[in-house]
């Protein structure tokens, strides 16, 4: 039963990939669904080309922080901050990636190879599905709705039925201006089909 | 950002912490707020300078937090109600203002806004600025959620102006910076205030200041006495054996974990709002029948040490726990609090499903600071800084300041080798360029200039102190999210403002050498900065040099704004030789390598600045179209 009152869902990425409007506009459709969601993010200093993460709590919870290992699913808009953030994972731990790699800009930084930190994740033991969050987002207008991808994929992974609607996400984003109105929903709807396809060709 | 902000009464709606500490004001109906940016208090003024014209309340950003106290305090005087907003280190800055508002009171609600920054996520220190209160007899109220944040700020405008005293509002980042529903309130209007003349209330000379002291602490009594009936402070499930004490933000946290351990209806929970003073009668009430009592609070053990002298005298015999279990240093989390209340209530971690966890999963990556963006003017000052340094074959102490530039730290540039506070820069240089025989360079921002840079640099001039200050004008305050300052000919709430230039400010004061260069002229850049430190080696004087281009940031948007197209440049792969100095050396965050180590600029992040191509030995960068006029008019 515990397990049924909230979903923790954790976001991360590198600032500037829109974590900030992915959970603004997750929380906001939580709350039109009539139920409760805190979230808490972080600005100013560590936001500048950093890793960033933002904590979505959606349910019975009074404390926005997710704890370690407690996440439900993280979400990820670049394969080394997921890597980075997998200790919010436990078995149960959904894992939705983006497939995309940004250089920190550290002087001769040693980067590894996609394939390799991908593998890395799925050696975890978690289920992994990973999504072409950047493409389709240009398919959809804009790179910059990649975001939009990610959240869609998330609906579409089912992890937040009972909590939140698809056409609640829809409204949230319908009140943004144009383009991006338009961008966005198509980016969302090009995510939550494209869930299941990823799903299905990451379990062969 | 959020539109709903003035949605009406009634509705719930979805705000950020700092947001609904806003909204409270404006409920409680204030007229006037000001605060100088800091992370984590900037949205408060940020979001009551987007909508002051429609309130029809004055909202400005000072131009630093101890004239913003003192703007807000002298609106307090006149009896209307003011909030003024700083971060905690901020408050150090209008310590002294602080103390003096103690004494004198107020008379509309005066509610002063400090952000803690636990866990020190973009500050200096994490100091707990619960302190002030006890040490300025001003009590210190904290919320546990945003929600509370917007009530709890309306509720001590009404406690304020009831004892004519002034009140701190203490946050901290994961309130500040954490959104939640909110039910939103009645809005009331703002009023006209009137100074009635009182000199022996407002006039704090040794004679007055005597009689106001003891009216400070009998007022102080009466408040001591109230915040037992403070509505935000309770008890609930009295009776227990074991009492946990929350306060502030750990409400939250304790009752997630309780609700975890199936004991939320069972355990009893003191929950404080107001720990500076903390409520007598309330503490005697929860843990009177108790044998163990654990105090959650966040850093000190201010809250706990007071319940310890309170039991004591009240001969309670009961073990307070505190420090002793819950950690001192940095921001308490679910799991912390956690570890904590299983120990002190001697329950299994099986009981909670994320704690039971043995498996640890971790993968290691390579570390991501946070980096200066593309485009960044300082990025290209700190390149021509070094080439200057070099050719001058010197080896300078760089002292730096708070603001983007901090990042500087960092390689591939290494150019700030202090940082203290904000003005410390050109303050340090002043004993530095006394007691050693290196060359000094300040490095500090525009707005950190205005802030606290102007009386160290009169220092200099008067005390004849050879050292070389750069100025980084990026014409805005970015760290905090690009607000104005007395530089940028615009106000808080968007009307025009006169400029004030920093090389004039120089110039007024004396100081002898003062240059203005462009830094995407890297090597112009670079000859000047070596001038103005050859003329410190032989006038033994100070020197100033500005260096002016707008944040990358605020072109790019005003790019897209104005409908101009970016000249995003490319890597001509021909020429290219993976020499990476463009990525290595330069370091743009925009220039992503390949697998044969040669440069590829990413379209999606160049904002176009060109600086690359000059960096290039072997001119393999060029821009994809020609650069025009306006494009470049952006950058002033």
């Given amino acids: 039963m515990k397990e049924n009152r909230y979903k923790n869902v954790l976001a991360v990425g590198v600032g500037g990939q829109g974590l900030i409007t992915f959970g603004r506009v997750l929380a906001e459709a939580a709350i039109l669904n009539g139920v409760k969601v805190l979230t808490a993010e972080v600005h100013g200093m560590a936001q500048r080309g950093g890793s960033v993460v933002t904590h979505i709590r959606i349910g019975d919870v009074e404390s926005p922080l997710i704890p370690l290992k407690g996440a439900h699913v993280i979400v990820s808009m670049e394969l080394l901050e997921a890597a980075r953030y997998i200790n919010y994972a436990n078995k149960k731990t959904l894992l939705i990636l983006n497939r995309r790699l940004i250089r920190p800009n550290v002087p001769g930084v040693k980067m590894p ?14 289920k992994t599905v990973v999504l072409d969050g950047d493409k389709l987002a240009e398919e959809a207008g804009s790179y910059v709705s990649a975001n939009m991808v990610m959240l869609g994929a998330l609906l579409g992974s089912k992890i937040l039925d009972g909590f939140v609607k698809l056409e609640d996400v829809e409204k949230v984003i319908s009140r943004m201006p144009e383009p991006w109105r338009e961008i966005n929903i198509k980016a969302l709807k090009l995510g939550y089909s494209s869930y299941s396809k990823a799903a299905t060709s990451d379990s062969d | 950002m959020s539109k709903v902000f003035l949605e009406q009464a009634g509705k719930t709606v979805l705000l950020m912490g700092n947001e609904a500490i806003a909204r409270g004001a404006v409920e409680a109906g204030i007229s006037f707020a000001s605060a100088y940016p800091g992370t984590p208090s900037t949205e408060i003024v940020e979001t009551l300078a987007r909508y ?23 609106a307090a005087m006149s009896g209307v109600r003011a909030l003024t907003c700083m971060k905690h280190v901020g408050l150090n800055v209008a310590a002294d203002p602080l103390m003096s508002s103690a004494y004198t009171g107020v008379r509309g609600g005066f509610v002063i806004v400090t952000a803690d ?30 929600a509370e944040a917007k009530d709890l700020t309306k509720e001590i405008f009404n406690f304020s102006e009831k004892f004519e005293h002034p009140v701190i509002l ?24 009137e100074f009635l003349k009182d000199v022996k209330r407002w006039v704090l000379v040794p004679a007055h200041a005597r009689k106001l002291r003891p009216k400070l602490l009998e007022r102080w009594s009466k408040i001591e006495e109230a915040v037992n009936d403070f509505p935000f402070n309770k008890i609930e499930n009295p009776g227990s054996k074991k009492v946990i004490v929350a306060c502030g933000i750990t409400y939250g946290h304790v009752v997630d974990v309780l609700k975890e351990i199936d004991k939320l209806d069972e355990i009893t929970v003191l929950k404080i709002s107001s720990t500076v003073p903390v409520p007598r009668k309330l503490v005697v009430e929860a843990v009177k029948d108790a044998e163990e009592v654990l105090v959650v609070e966040e850093l000190e053990p201010i809250v706990e040490e007071k319940i310890k002298a309170i039991v004591q005298e009240e001969g309670i015999t009961v073990k307070v726990h505190g420090k002793d279990l819950v950690p001192r240093e940095g921001e308490l989390t679910l799991n912390r609090v956690a570890e904590s209340l299983i120990k002190f209530l001697n329950v299994s971690k099986q009981s909670i499903p994320w704690l039971e966890t043995n498996q640890e999963i971790s993968i290691e990556v390579p570390p991501r600071p946070p980096t200066l963006c593309p485009g960044c003017p300082h990025r290209a000052t700190f390149f021509a800084l070094k080439k200057a340094v070099s050719k001058l074959k010197i080896k300078p102490v760089y002292l730096g300041d708070i603001g983007c530039y901090t990042l500087g730290l960092n390689p591939p540039y290494r150019v700030q080798d202090t940082c203290i506070e904000m003005g410390g820069s050109i303050g340090a240089a002043n004993g530095l360029a006394i007691t050693t025989k290196q060359p000094m360079i300040a490095i500090i921002g525009d707005s950190t200039f205005f802030h606290a840079g102007i009386p160290p640099l009169i220092n200099a001039v008067y005390n004849n102190t050879p050292f070389l200050t750069i100025i980084l004008d990026n014409r805005t305050t970015a760290m905090t999210g690009h607000q104005p300052h007395p530089g940028t000919g615009i106000t808080a ?25 462009n830094p995407f002229k890297l090597d112009e850049t670079a000859e000047k900065i070596a001038k103005a430190l050859k003329f410190i080696e032989e006038k033994g004087k100070p020197a100033v040099v500005v260096s002016l281009r707008k944040c990358a940031l605020l072109v790019a948007s005003d790019a897209r704004r104005k409908n101009i197209k970016i000249p995003v440049y490319r890597v001509d792969l021909e020429k290219c030789t993976a020499c990476t100095r463009c990525y290595n050396v330069f370091a743009c965050p925009a220039i992503q390598v390949l697998e044969d180590n040669k440069a590829y600029i990413d379209p999606t992040l160049c904002v176009g600045c060109g600086d690359c191509a ?8 060029e821009p994809t179209i020609k650069p025009g006029k306006e494009w470049k008019e952006l950058w002033w």
């Avoid at chain 1, 394939?115 to 975890?124: F, P, V």
């Avoid at chain 2, 009590?139 to 959620?145: A, N, T």
């Fill in chain 2, 170 to 193: 203490r946050t901290t980042t994961r309130i500040s910076h954490a959104r939640g529903p909110i039910l939103l309130g009645e809005l009331r209007k703002p009023v006209e205030g």
């Fill in chain 2, 493 to 517: 709430s968007g009307k025009t403002a006169k400029i004030i230039r920093p090389e004039e400010i120089a110039k007024s004061i004396g100081v002898e050498y003062i240059d203005v260069v």
């Fill in chain 2, 52 to 74: 002051a014209n429609v309130l029809g309340i004055h909202v400005e950003w000072s131009t630093n937090e101890k004239v913003a106290f003192e703007a807000a305090y002298g």
């Fill in chain 2, 614 to 621: 000059q960096v290039c030995p072997v001119k393999a960068i």
């Fill in chain 1, 113 to 126: 190879k996609m394939s390799d930190i991908i593998e890395k994740i799925k050696s975890s033991g978690l």
């Fill in chain 2, 117 to 146: 920054d636990v866990g020190m996520w973009s500050s200096q220190n994490e100091q707990d600025n619960r302190w002030y209160g006890l040490h300025a007899f001003i009590p210190v109220f904290e919320p546990y959620s945003p």
